[in-house]
């Protein structure tokens, strides 16, 4: 089990309001990814969740039990944090079973369980080893590992993947995920980067200054953006956001495109322009538009490799199946 | 880097410091020697001039014979041993103390290192004016106010008495190392230890004092060093009387008061000596925590 509600939850740090009255349903074995650009509040709602930080009014309910009161170790959730946060004099062995240890487990069941972490994390060969003589992605499955061994109702991740290289990023993100398959308990995963977000979450949170602006399925809001933030916010690269006589043409104060929904067309039609940068990627290529409709200027994708100079004109016309509308206050429309 | 030439480079312009170290070393290590073996009271006509009598190990001997020598050994193990539970002890806490944070926090941890500023002869003094003075002193009032008698401190309780004035002196000191090693240790390790299901006291033991173990060491090896020879306090406060003369007490005792500078010096021999055995011991026991 381990079904979360946030209740009308606040957090001040002195007079500072950084987590206005919050609702918020995490359902049970759901992977829960909050994402946001920093300083949003993320890790302090994480923090609050784990009963690390006090809220300052509002009730959190783990299991439909107030949690509010209760200290983090009888709320029955793990984390995982940023830094890892192994304990550097102790041997990998002995961090994965302090959580045991704390519980009073016997012996036996405690190595039983630590060698199956291990052998689930692949941690077998390094279980003498002090945490400073591994490298990155295996501390990062050690602190995975102390986390998995005391069958916590939940687990919470604070941008476990930070501090490693892309490489390795895109590999733990993986077993993160397969984990998560595995053991079907719910996990609340924070994150500024929103292609973790995409790839990793069954429910993405954004947050912007400690407040929701969505929550949904990525697709959702890839698909639906809410409003202006969330639609700037998830995709990669960023939907183009259009303002003045175009986006009047279309009855809204801002019109959304992205990259891929974006043609090149032959002269005389859609929007002019001059090709700037243009990124390669070789599966597809991002050609950044100054158009003269536009202050800024706009992404356009074409896919494969396209032989296109920088400074030559260009046409290009938005497929308007896709088109984004929001009004003036960046809400959708319609 | 290091090429040939910049070795020998670096040997020649170490050169000068190498020597003057060594000269300020082995002058007096060897002066104390060559005394120890000389027959040299100067109230009797001795002096360097007149050519001083060999007397071989006779000074040693004596030395050890002396019915204060065990004495005094115990006496100096005794304050060395006493200082560092209480200062490491009492350091610790007051660590975890300075570390949280409170209101004033400036001004009190600049309170608790002000101790170490304070003359080792005047803090003895104000301690056995002030504090210990069976007649005026601060706890002879306590006492009298509780109806008991007041205690004589210094004769009656000499070493614990001599042991509390020397760790207040030294614990600002062990305060000091131990909480910027506290202010090191990252508070992840502790939310996650409260995660974990870690009590207070298990989070204290399995992260706080290991995360200290070096700085607890430090501690102890530097104390060693200087309350081996602890020798103001004593002097102002119990004159080498009622059990507290220790090794270093004794050979000021031999030199100045007997004016027996060979006899002085066989003791000093000992005393290099008692230091080297207390250091390979702690080397052994806590040294290890210095390397890794
Ligand atoms: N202990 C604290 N005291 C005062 N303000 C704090 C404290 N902790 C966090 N804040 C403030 O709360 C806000 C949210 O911080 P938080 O750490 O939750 O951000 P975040 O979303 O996790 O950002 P990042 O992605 O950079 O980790 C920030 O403006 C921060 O300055
Ligand atoms: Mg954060």
């Known amino acids: ?334 | 880097m290091a090429t040939q030439n910049s070795r020998s480079a670096a040997r020649l312009m170490m050169a000068p410091a190498v020597v003057l170290f060594l000269g300020w070393m082995l002058i007096p290590l060897s002066m104390t020697l060559f005394f120890s073996f000389k027959k040299f009271l100067p109230l009797r006509g001795d002096s360097l001039e007149n050519g001083l009598e060999w007397v071989g190990f006779a000074n040693y001997t004596r030395f050890v014979g002396s019915s204060s020598f065990w004495p005094s050994v115990t006496a100096t193990l005794t304050i060395v041993a006493g200082v560092l539970v209480i200062t490491v002890i009492l350091g610790i806490l007051l660590a975890i103390l300075l570390d949280q944070p409170m209101w004033g926090q400036g001004v009190v941890r600049i309170m608790v290192i002000a101790p170490f500023f304070v003359m080792p002869t005047v803090s003895a003094l104000v301690w056995k004016n002030l504090f210990m003075d069976s007649v005026n002193g601060f706890f002879a009032h306590v006492w009298r106010g509780f109806g008991a008698m007041p205690v004589e401190w210094l004769s009656q309780a000499s070493m614990p008495s001599l042991i509390v004035i020397i760790s207040w002196q030294w614990l600002p000191f062990a305060t000091l190392i131990l909480l910027t090693a506290m202010q090191s240790l990252d508070s992840e390790q502790l939310e996650a230890a409260e995660m974990d299901g870690a009590p207070v006291l298990s989070r204290f033991f399995f992260i706080m004092l290991p995360h200290l173990g070096r700085a607890i060491t430090i501690v102890i090896l530097i104390q060693t060093i200087f309350l081996l020879s602890i020798f103001a306090e004593i002097f102002v406060t119990t004159g080498g009387a009622f059990g507290t003369k220790t090794l270093t007490y004794l050979i000021f005792q031999r030199v100045l008061e007997s004016q027996n500078v060979g006899l002085g010096s066989a003791g000093g021999v000992y005393a290099i000596i008692l230091a080297n055995i207390v250091a390979i011991f702690l080397m052994r026991i806590v040294g290890k925590n210095l390397d890794a």
């Not at chain 1, 509600?5 to 349903?25: A, S």
């Not at chain 1, 690390?52 to 793990?78: C, F, H, M, N, Y």
């Not at chain 1, 199956?116 to 945490?131: C, E, G, H, I």
């Open chain 1, 1 to 334: 089990m381990g079904r979360i509600v946030l209740n009308k939850v606040t957090k001040k740090f002195g007079d500072v309001e950084v987590i206005p009255p919050l609702d918020l349903t995490i359902e049970d074995g759901e992977f829960t990814v909050f994402v946001g650009p920093s300083g949003c509040g993320k890790s302090t709602l994480l923090r609050l969740i784990a009963g690390l930080e006090d809220v300052s009014s509002g009730q959190i309910q783990i299991d439909d039990t107030d949690a509010t009161p209760l200290p983090p170790a009888k709320r029955g959730l793990a984390m995982v944090f940023q830094s890892y946060a192994l304990y550097p004099h102790m041997s990998v062995r002995k961090n994965i079973a302090f959580p045991l240890r704390m519980a009073k487990l016997d012996k036996d069941e405690i190595t039983k369980r630590v060698e199956a972490a291990a052998s689930v994390l692949n941690l077998t060969d390094y279980l003498d080893r002090k945490p400073g003589q591994l490298s990155g992605g295996q501390r990062q499955r050690v602190a995975i590992g102390r986390a998995i061994v005391r069958e916590p109702s939940a687990f919470l991740f604070d941008e476990p993947l930070s501090n490693l290289d892309a490489a390795l990023r895109v590999g733990m993100r993986l077993e993160i995920g397969e984990l998560h398959k595995r053991l079907a308990t719910t996990m609340i995963y924070v994150t500024h980067d929103q292609v973790e977000a995409m790839t990793m979450a069954d429910k993405i949170v954004v947050l912007q200054a400690g407040v929701i602006e969505q929550v949904g399925s990525p697709l959702e809001l890839y698909k639906t953006p809410k409003n202006t933030f969330v639609a700037g916010f998830i995709g990669s690269p960023k939907m183009n956001l259009l303002t003045g006589s175009e986006a009047q043409k279309h009855n809204a104060h801002t019109i959304g495109i992205r990259p891929e929904h974006l043609k090149i067309v032959s002269a005389g039609e859609g929007w002019r322009g001059t090709v700037g940068v243009s990124e390669h990627l070789g599966s597809d290529t991002f050609i950044h538009v100054k158009c003269e409709a536009f202050p800024d200027p706009i992404t356009v994708r074409a896919t494969g490799e396209v032989d296109i100079r920088y400074g030559t004109e260009i046409h290009v016309a938005p497929d308007l199946t896709h088109l984004h509308r929001f009004d003036d206050r960046g809400l959708r429309l319609g």
